[in-house]
């Protein structure tokens, strides 16, 4: 009696959690898989026909915005790499004492609202803008030439927006890295850069690994940058998704968006850490 | 170097380890002459000694010499390595022994090239290498802890060295194997370091390590995260394997009976000195300071000064006005602060008046019994003379020498050979 009791204290401690995830998130689920399947209109009202057709429909006609939303957060995660790993390196390694002070001014964005922050970029990078201007007059921007309204904005306002998510989980695994291992790797002939590549970086893969996901994943379905940096243009499949619930209140399409975005996203991540993860865990330096 | 050495396994297994492998080893012709690669001379022979990696094509015999000169190494305002001079034979197997904080470990990542003197030069076989980073030096280090990577096996951990010299790959794949064989771990070579116990991880280490034949092996106390009896076990072996390598091996430990199993030369290091270099026989019987006389053994000190000396005997006095009888070699030094000592275990001691004039040593003291111990192979006496000053005297634990067990506060006579005498510098720190 007691030893059963026992056995269920780390029950008791999931509860709250397991109820939470019941309630916002596996009825909800439940209810969209159960909407993506309706047909009807907004008028008259939606009602369950199976209508399995809703799925292959938003495919054709949505393809374009599915699309763009992978190519922008693919483009949008490299960019966040390229930038987060010189930082996270940066922080772990040479900041000493501004250590602590750096790392919150990478998590300082996150005390303003998101679309606040878009916002500003979209006061920064308007047409008749100091940047827009500059960049004109150094010829890198033709005289008609803007950024606003571009996939330039728009994916650069992902990279910017996720940023931390790259940093922070890059960092956590520079920090722990047995700095040992380099003298190691110097000692067994590697120059500093081969160190770099053979220790450092197959080390530091789980932080990017990690880091990819928490970037991709939300990018993917982001809709506020398309919304404020592009036009309908740059539309991602956020703002389509946004839009048929919102606006067009057609309900089952927006749905069937959902779901296929989150069966693309699974999909790719598992390949992601097929591919990755067991070829870091066997046979990453070799 | 012999060539023609009996085939053996220079890992002879711990009683708990695998014991299988062991009878594989002698049952199994095949294993046992892969055993033998040790022994074969190409294995023998280091590459072109401590030459720098760089300088390839002159092949220079290999001698494995270490030389620092006038080193020193401060942090800030610290110094930790103090004007360090040292030479270390080729071939030898050379301890670097003294406490926590002594500059021992810094001594040998200057050697190493992980760190740079402050002052000084660092020299590998005659040429200078001090300003040349770990990869230009043709040294390897067995890391505290083995500092093994994580994300690659066994063989590729053994392989790294090879494989960042260009070695070719068949090359690679033959010597990794070999080396695995060598340490009995072959059946290990795919798994991942977390996946070993401690002293199967040391093994790696030490064949990650002498797989690149390297003209001198580095090892910062390689046995320290190990559980004492496994400690004992492997430093038989790391000695075994020193002298069938033949190269120099320099070793830093804390551990003075570590350092007294292994090495053929200690040097005893103190604030960023060596106080005393030589074999572990010299340091015990003839320490020229009170350091070393208590970090090698123990020792029963009493502040002194020689106030005669008559060719090989000199005469030191005590300051309660004690005399003793000291040969003169064994005289370290006869101006400054001195005391003079013996060892616990070469006093005789027995109760007052108990000895015939014929049986006393010639050097001689009254002390009382403070407390005793049994400690099964002696027992140990702490007695406490006249002029305040506490020693230790064991009893050898065998029906020969003792004589009953004396109780505390009996008066005692303390006797020993003038020829087990002798007289240390004292230093800031007795």
Redesign the interface.
Known sequence: MFKNRQRLIPWYFALPGLLWLIVFFGIPLINQANVSLMTGDPEAGYELTWAFSNYTDAISEYWPQIRRSLGYAFVATVIALVIAFPLAYFIAYKAGRWKGFLLLMVVLPFFMSQVLRTVSWQLLLTDNGWIVARLRDIGLLADDGRILATSTAVIGGIAYNYLPFMVLPLYASLERL?R??L??????????A?AFR??TV??A?PGLFAGSLLVFIPATGDFINAALLGSTKQYMVGNVIQSNFLTILDFPTAAALSFLLIGIILVGVVLYSAILGTK?LTE??? | MSINRTPVSYWPLGQNERPWRAIDARTTPGIGVRLKLVSTPEQLTPEPGLRTVEDGGARAAATGEIRLEGVSKFYGDVTVIDDLTLDIEPGSFYALLGPSGCGKTTTLRMIGGFEVPSVGTVHLDGHDVTNLPPNKRAVNTVFQSYALFPHLTVAKNVAFGMERKGVNKAEIKRRTAEALESVQLAHLAERRPAALSGGQQQRVALARALVNRPGALLLDEPLGALDLRLRRQLQVEIKKVQQEVGITFVHVTHDQEEAMTMADVIAVMNRGKIEQAGSARELYDYPSTAFVANFLGQSNLVKASITGTDGDSSVAETHDGQKFKVPTGRVAATTGELAVGVRPEKVWISELDALDREERRCNRIRATVITSAFLGVSLEYHVKTPGGDELIVTVQNNARDQVDWLADGTEVELSWEPDHTFVVKVGADV
């Not at chain 1, 003298?183 to 500093?192: G, I, N, Q």
């Open positions: 047995d040992r291992l003298e190691a790797a110097t000692d067994l002939y590697a120059s500093r081969t053979k220790v197959p080390l893969t870091t990453a330096a070799g």
